[in-house]
């Protein structure tokens, strides 16, 4: 079983930055896609950013340009640092790891998400 802690969150101001941290309680190397997620009241829940084992990186067309995610290998961590923040990002942000198993299936894990509130 994996098990994904967020952290980071917290209140900015438009323009602002800010980095979150999702930490893995095995190597992400055993983590076949690793991303962020978030979620507006009364909204779906969307993606925002993923990344593979092999580093390859997508992004939510809204937050390109100011959105990056990274890892940290050693700490088992991955980050998404986010830049220029809007309002309209104000989301409970999670961390989210795809395994895909042999025979086919996909195992997920979630993390219990944290709060961004970008706001004046």
């Known amino acids: 079983q994996v098990q994904l802690v967020e952290s980071g969150g917290g209140l900015v101001q438009p323009g602002g930055s800010l980095r979150l941290s999702c930490a893995a309680s095995?190597?992400?190397?055993?983590?076949?896609?690793m991303g962020w997620y978030r979620q507006a009241p009364g909204k779906q829940r969307e993606l925002v950013a993923t990344?593979?084992?092999?580093?390859?990186?997508n992004y939510a067309d809204s937050v390109k340009g100011r959105f990056t995610i990274s890892r940290d290998n050693v700490k088992n961590t991955v980050y998404l640092q986010m830049n220029s923040l809007k309002p309209e990002d104000t989301a409970v942000y999670y961390c989210?790891?795809?395994?895909?198993?042999?025979?086919?299936?996909?195992?997920?894990?979630w993390g219990q998400g944290t709060q961004v509130t970008v706001s004046s």
């Open positions: 989210n790891g795809d395994i895909f198993r042999v025979g086919g299936t996909v195992l997920e894990y």
């Open positions: 095995a190597s992400i190397f055993s983590i076949n896609v």
């Open positions: 990344m593979s084992s092999g580093g390859s990186t």
